[in-house]
């Protein structure tokens, strides 16, 4: 959740990136494909999603090029009628209804209903007789139609992500009424081109309409992968999210399964075993993500290798650090440790030695870490003097929670084992009295500070990765044995789309 916080075609496209397919990708079978995140979205997510559709589908009108229509026919007493149907375009579209079903183990049914579309253009007409002149004319038209849209949309895999094949797609017509210029030409004509053109205009409207929502399928599913694959990295730190096995269509869900190995530098992640099982998530909330511990633990390394684990203590809040309860053993400590100089220019580093081991367990998330604490400081006019100097492991467990835009990470408990304690006053590291102090300072007020400071860092990156454009709703992170469980619901930023849609087409 730490590193992935940051996640309505129908709003399609969104879906078919969470719930991708394989058709084209080889898997080994469930379950022995191994899995590192599982992203499950269930019915009433779709039906959210899917109120955003007439935003997509007016941009699909209205993107769709319609080629010029030509053709003639043979009149009596005129001879041969030409005409031209040029400059078509969508004048007005409204959307009554849309429906979206998840047929199990197929596809992601929408049906739009009762589309009703306006088009305008240019109608040229003219009569070539055999002993006459051709003479043109030519009239601004408008068709009014009303249609029915049904998409079946299949979920593709191409080179182990998502591909969307929207080409199952079917317009029924109707209504298709042909206006000419204040309706001033003569009956016949509106009659006769009313007529023979409906056919073919039916025609290049299915096809091309079609065409465009099988693009723009495509191009939402191209680009919430990138958002996800973005939202997944940070510098040189990203996670595989490519897919790791055939997903689930199941009539209230749909399911993927994804690599979850991390990539860094020359830092190889190998993992063969999964204790992912579809149980392990409910239908109520509408959104879930499912993470290995294999996947967290694999984290904390890369961010150990980059040399990220390191963390500066100084002002106020070092200040506080020594200064956090007035007892004598407080001040005889401080006085020993500083030797009498003052400590308010004193700076502290912390950073790991090794790789911290994360453990998910019922409780919480057990962090295991072998850390150094060297505390230095700046006399007027002198150079910087280490006067502390400790290796501790410390294993704490923390219990995460999201609210209000921020990640909240509150620490249960604590273990201290004090390593290695160098101090100028104390050269064997067995003074009680700073080893206790030491013992309270970290415990109560150090691994707090520190916890805090992630915790900011983390939000910031997430916030980065625009997570708090999102309106999330009542998000749990639930912790087990092996893994970690984060349920949420949510509302879609409507403005996000729009904001895409807008700059692609």
Known sequence: MLWL???RLGTFGILLVLVPASAACEFEPFPYSVTGIVCRMTKPAALLLNQETAQVIQAAFRNAKF??????RSMRLLGKVAYGLTNIQVNDLSIEQSEVELKENDAIHIAIKNVTAFFKGT???????????QLFHSVDFEIESSIDLQLNIKLMCDKDQVAADASDCYLTFHKLTLHLQGDKEPGWLKQLFTDFISFTLKLVLKSEVCNEIHFLAQLLANFV?????NFVQDEDISIDISLASVPLIKANYLESHHKGLVVYKNYSDVFSDSVFSPSLLTESRMLYFWLSEHTLNSL?????????LVLTIGGEKLQALFEMEDTEMQRKAVQMIFQGTSYNDSVAKVWSLAHPQISLQPEGTVVKSLVAVEVSTLPTGEESLMVLYMEKEITVTIQAAYAEKKLILHPLDSRIEFKVVKCTADPSGNDPTIRNFLQTMISVVGIPEVISRIESALTSLMNSKRL??????NPEIITRKGYIIVQLDFSFPNHLLLDFLEKRL
């Open 5 to 7: 916080g940051r996640m």
């Open 67 to 72: 080629p010029n229509i030509t053709g003639e």
């Open 123 to 133: 109608l040229t007409y003219g009569y070539a007789g055999a002993w006459f002149l």
């Open 225 to 229: 992968h990138d958002l996800a694959a």
């Open 300 to 308: 904390a390394s890369a961010a150990f290798l980059d040399k990220r």
């Open 468 to 473: 708090h454009l999102f309106e999330i709703r």
